[in-house]
């Protein structure tokens, strides 16, 4: 198959990506698992997945992976690994549209990070944004003017997916650093890494349920390798207002999942949070600019 065939339809290729990675939820709460015994195989299968694909699209052997180069994305790995084992547990902890509706708070972790350790340059509208969102996390965390009792499970699985969310911020960053490396080489680095560190911690010893190896096969096959291959072919053809949008479906589609097949349907405050934590992530990715008075000359 030819380069050339991944141009077609990159707004419907991500839109279906993002489909796809908002069914996660669903797939890992049905795996029945804990965390690092489902992650463990997320990562098995898609290095299955991703080794097979880079292969036969001719990207391995890669003769760019330097030393330096695989520490990095090793790096990278932990922290993503780390990350989605802490996404898993939010989903047990809390449920599966909150979960996800906390953890789009990463793109502002990026900014943070870019700020406080990259010494990046942040602007006044960028922190207004930033600010909404965060007001927007904490009410659709469910523990501010909720009328649902606040458990402890509950707070510390709002922590996890924070403490998630940090992690993928972290990653994110850290694959910057490897320049042109393609995304998929990256991500099958990440998968490796997630065999190898998950592997001592992982419950290999239980017997899992024959129906469970089809849901963690789709966590690696689905989430991991197709919907990352879909990604990574139309995020260069597309503009980012378009990306910004589109991203919004993995948030819908696993808020829609939690409603009608686990009965969570989000209350007035989680739906008003989320909405925040849209605005402020598309202002800050597509720089809104607020309207500020003009003042006259004397």
Avoid: N
Wanted: hydrophobic share 55%; net charge positive.
């Amino acid at each position: 198959m030819r380069e050339t065939s991944l141009i077609r339809f990159p707004a419907g290729r991500l839109a279906l990506a993002m489909a796809i990675v908002g069914t996660v939820g669903a797939f890992a709460t049905e795996a029945g698992l804990d965390p690092i015994t489902t992650v463990f195989w997320r990562c098995v299968f898609g290095t299955l997945f991703l080794g097979a694909w880079c292969l036969l699209r001719g990207h391995l052997p890669d003769r760019g992976l330097s030393p330096a180069r695989l520490g990095l994305a090793a790096l990278g790995g932990v922290c993503m690994v780390l990350s989605w084992t802490g996404f898993f547990a939010g989903f047990a902890m809390t449920s599966i549209a909150t979960t996800t509706i906390v953890y789009h708070i990463q793109p502002f972790f990026v900014v943070l990070i870019g700020v406080t350790v990259l010494k990046e340059r942040i602007t006044l509208d960028q922190i207004v944004w930033m600010i909404a969102a965060f007001v927007g996390v904490a009410l659709a965390s469910g523990l501010v003017l909720s009328s649902r009792p606040v458990t402890t499970t509950w707070v510390f699985g709002i922590a996890l997916t924070l403490g998630a969310a940090l992690l993928y911020a972290v990653a994110t960053i850290l694959a910057k650093g490897l320049g042109a490396q393609r995304p998929e080489i990256t991500t099958l680095c990440q998968t490796i890494v997630g065999v190898v560190l998950l592997a001592p911690f992982a419950d290999l010893s239980r017997s899992v349920p024959l129906a469970s190896w089809g849901w963690l096969a789709g966590i690696g096959v689905l989430h991991t390798g197709v919907a990352y291959v879909l990604m990574y072919a139309a995020y260069p053809r597309l503009t980012t207002p378009l990306i910004g949008v589109l991203t919004f479906i993995y948030p819908l589609v696993a808020i829609l999942i939690d409603w009608f097949f686990y009965g969570h349907p989000l209350g007035l405050v989680q739906s008003t949070g989320m909405i925040l934590i849209a605005f402020g992530t598309l202002g800050v990715r597509l720089g809104w600019q607020l309207p500020r008075r003009r003042v006259s000359p004397a």
